[in-house]
């Protein structure tokens, strides 16, 4: 099957000529006013062309692979709506069964993750970008990615809005990491799920925190919520109970006195845990059978476990060391599961080029940890984050992230999509770090 045709690359120049017009008006009516716009355009088109690059090598390079599994499970939908609207409305809504199924054939055609709940999520998501991008694949890659860079930019301007005047680190943390340009612009579960959660912490902002347009906020938040929730579930119950420690800890920084913060923290402690248990116990049950419980999710940590160790994996996989199948034992291995989830590939782990990258930017990272620590001291580097209800919250995330992503993926291949919200987070977090640290030396090192 030929996925690029010519009809690809005249959609694509069309849509690019119009996407520089757009942003060239955006930024002409706000650079004045908001400076940070001169980011606004280099990270769309960074971006889009990181998804175009990702849609070509993957095409004549690799071949058919999952992200045109996608995209053909797409156009099996779109070609089901003019035969079977109804059933295409049940479909497109979660329905998955037998019944529904059969509405699939010869004149659709047969969508290959139809019995994967998780990953079909993306086919039934993806129907809007794909009609809007002309049913072309580059069409579909451009329009999805321009759509899903205003979540992109929603949180950077969030973010500017908590920490003022960090402009370039920001833009560097958010728009510039080169394996999140990458890996989260092509037609994959990992690009969606890191949208979702920014779409979900920049809502809960809106409503919780700033107050302002509550019912559209709201909308977005429950529509990425769901979307999040379908794809990839412990990406939502972590994007959950961050959200919750943000607005926990926000409650608690707004007491006036030390007495006060005292006396409300085990209160909001004691809410936020039954908020948070509440959600798992909910959602729990409707999840992939693999995360709708603890139990179920220690028993999937142990199978792929297990499995990264056979022969097939062709030395791409790492082992944390093997570990009993109870919470107690998972959690034995959070050290190794968080290092592999934020630090791994090493330099030594590379097979390939888009490993090298990978473990270029954890290397970076970890140097820019260790002279954090030298030059402005882990006490300092904590009491930072402790002091901010957001920096908390995207700490919690960005280690609970982590030990998800080390002690449930086989290889460095799965690992470095999967493990993109703790790159991103993790980025911020460093930023503003680095900040107070420039802050704290111009007043020559004082407390």
């Given at each position: 099957?030929?996925?690029?045709?010519?009809?690809?690359?005249?959609?694509?120049?069309?849509?690019?000529?119009?996407?520089?017009?757009?942003?060239?008006?955006?930024?002409?009516?706000?650079?004045?006013?908001?400076?940070?716009?001169?980011?606004?355009?280099?990270?769309?088109?960074?971006?889009?062309?990181?998804?175009?690059?990702?849609?070509?090598?993957?095409?004549?390079?690799?071949?058919?692979?999952?992200?045109?599994?996608?995209?053909?499970?797409?156009?099996?939908?779109?070609?089901?709506?003019?035969?079977?609207?109804?059933?295409?409305?049940?479909i497109f809504l979660g329905n998955r069964s037998p019944?529904?199924?059969?509405?699939?054939?010869?004149?659709?055609?047969?969508?290959?993750?139809?019995?994967?709940?998780?990953?079909?999520?993306?086919?039934?998501?993806?129907?809007?970008?794909?009609?809007?991008?002309?049913?072309?694949?580059?069409?579909?890659?451009?329009?999805?990615?321009?759509?899903?860079?205003?979540?992109?930019?929603?949180?950077?301007?969030?973010?500017?809005?908590?920490?003022?005047?960090?402009?370039?680190?920001?833009?560097?943390?958010?728009?510039?990491?080169?394996?999140?340009?990458?890996?989260?612009?092509?037609?994959?579960?990992?690009?969606?799920?890191?949208?979702?959660?920014?779409?979900?912490?920049?809502?809960?902002?809106?409503?919780?925190?700033?107050?302002?347009?509550?019912?559209?906020?709201?909308?977005?938040?429950?529509v990425w919520a769901y979307i999040c929730f379908s794809?990839?579930?412990?990406?939502?119950?972590?994007?959950?109970?961050?959200?919750?420690?943000?607005?926990?800890?926000?409650?608690?920084?707004?007491?006036?006195?030390?007495?006060?913060?005292?006396?409300?923290?085990?209160?909001?402690?004691?809410?936020?845990?039954?908020?948070?248990?509440?959600?798992?116990?909910?959602?729990?049950?409707?999840?992939?059978?693999?995360?709708?419980?603890?139990?179920?999710?220690?028993?999937?940590?142990?199978?792929i476990q297990d499995d990264l160790r056979k022969d097939?994996?062709?030395?791409?996989?790492?082992?944390?060391?093997?570990?009993?199948?109870?919470?107690?034992?998972?959690?034995?291995?959070?050290?190794?599961?968080?290092?592999?989830?934020?630090?791994?590939?090493?330099?030594?782990?590379?097979?390939?080029?888009?490993?090298?990258?990978?473990?270029?930017?954890?290397?970076?990272?970890?140097?820019?940890?260790?002279?954090?620590?030298?030059?402005?001291?882990?006490?300092?580097?904590?009491?930072?984050?402790?002091?901010?209800?957001?920096?908390?919250?995207?700490?919690?995330?960005?280690?609970?992230?982590?030990?998800?992503?080390?002690?449930?993926?086989?290889?460095?291949?799965?690992?470095?999509?999967?493990?993109?919200?703790?790159?991103?987070?993790?980025?911020?977090?460093?930023?503003?770090?680095?900040?107070?640290?420039?802050?704290?030396?111009?007043?020559?090192?004082?407390?």
């Open positions: 099957m030929q996925i690029i045709t010519f009809a690809d690359f005249f959609v694509a120049f069309l849509y690019l000529a119009v996407l520089w017009f757009v942003a060239f008006n955006i930024v002409r009516n706000h650079i004045e006013a908001e400076p940070c716009y001169k980011y606004f355009t280099i990270g769309l088109f960074l971006k889009i062309a990181a998804g175009l690059i990702f849609a070509l090598l993957y095409t004549f390079h690799y071949g058919i692979t999952d992200t045109h599994y996608y995209y053909m499970g797409t156009q099996c939908l779109e070609k089901l709506a003019h035969i079977d609207f109804g059933k295409f409305v049940q019944e529904v199924a059969s509405a699939f054939d010869w004149r659709t055609g047969y969508p290959t993750y139809w019995k994967d709940a998780n990953s079909f999520a993306v086919c039934r998501f993806n129907i809007f970008f794909y009609v809007l991008g002309f049913k072309t694949f580059l069409g579909n890659t451009i329009v999805m990615n321009a759509f899903f860079y205003i979540a992109y930019w929603r949180f950077y301007k969030l973010m500017l809005n908590m920490f003022p005047h960090s402009e370039r680190d920001f833009a560097i943390a958010l728009l510039f990491v080169p394996s999140v340009i990458f890996w989260g612009s092509g037609l994959l579960k990992d690009g969606w799920c890191l949208v979702a959660m920014l779409f979900i912490f920049s809502s809960v902002y809106k409503i919780f925190i700033e107050h302002k347009k509550i019912v559209w906020s709201t909308i977005v938040l429950i794809i990839r579930a412990y990406a939502f119950f972590t994007a959950a109970l961050a959200s919750i420690i943000w607005l926990a800890f926000n409650i608690i920084n707004k007491a006036k006195t030390g007495l006060m913060r005292t006396l409300i923290f085990p209160i909001i402690a004691v809410v936020a845990w039954l908020v948070g248990v509440g959600v798992f116990s909910q959602f729990g049950s409707l999840a992939n059978s693999r995360y709708q419980s603890i139990d179920a999710m220690i028993e999937t940590a142990v199978i097939y994996y062709g030395g791409n996989s790492f082992d944390i060391g093997e570990f009993s199948p109870t919470l107690g034992g998972m959690l034995s291995k959070a050290p190794q599961a968080i290092v592999a989830g934020i630090f791994r590939p090493f330099l030594w782990d590379v097979r390939n080029p888009l490993m090298l990258i990978s473990a270029l930017e954890t290397t970076i990272i970890f140097i820019i940890i260790i002279s954090l620590f030298k030059n402005f001291g882990i006490r300092r580097f904590m009491a930072v984050i402790m002091r901010n209800p957001f920096l908390i919250a995207a700490f919690v995330l960005m280690l609970t992230y982590a030990f998800f992503v080390g002690i449930t993926t086989a290889n460095f291949g799965a690992l470095v999509r999967y493990r993109m919200p703790v790159l991103v987070f993790l980025a911020l977090i460093l930023s503003v770090e680095w900040r107070y640290m420039a802050i704290w030396k111009s007043v020559g090192g004082k407390e």
